[in-house]
């Protein structure tokens, strides 16, 4: 077999494109472990328990780059007993971690509303600090259609 040069030339760029590409680290999601992950350092390890806190999501959401959803923490809101944070954690989105929201006493209520981006189906999961160091999960599954981080 008599190659050219020039087709010598051509397998060596194809080849080394190739080798580029195939061992390049595609777009990883999110796995449910790094969710936990998140999950385990915004509680300090501290096992979440139901009840207290209500998210609301659409069972199905037609497009991943709008899905509206809102939380409700029922708290006294007062020096002795409030909410300090409520997170949103996303299981399936390339990073977790989708919001934070931060509340003093002077906040009245635990009350957040906001629209967030879901790359596909998955499970969306709302976790409330309280003041005494307690923990309160909510989680619901949405539903994507369409999804709003590139899938």
Do not use: W
């Not at 350092?41 to 328990?49: E, I, R, S, V």
């Amino acid at each position: 077999m008599n190659m050219t040069r020039r087709q010598i030339f051509a397998l060596s760029a194809g080849a080394a494109t190739y080798g580029l590409f195939a061992f390049a680290p595609s777009r990883a999601l999110a796995s449910i472990e790094e969710a936990e992950k998140a999950l385990a350092a915004f509680t300090g390890g501290a096992k979440p328990q139901t009840g207290t806190i209500s998210l609301t999501a659409p069972e199905i959401a037609e497009n991943g780059n709008t899905v509206p959803i809102s939380v409700t923490v029922e708290s006294p809101m007062t020096e002795e007993s409030y909410v300090e944070s409520v997170t949103i954690l996303a299981e399936g989105n390339p990073n977790p971690e989708v919001a934070t929201f931060h509340f003093t006493p002077m906040s009245g209520s635990a009350t957040a509303t906001t629209r967030i981006r879901l790359a596909q189906t998955q499970n969306v999961i709302a976790v409330a600090k309280m003041n005494d160091g307690s923990v309160f999960s909510d989680r619901k599954e949405v539903k994507v259609t369409i999804g709003g981080c590139g899938g």
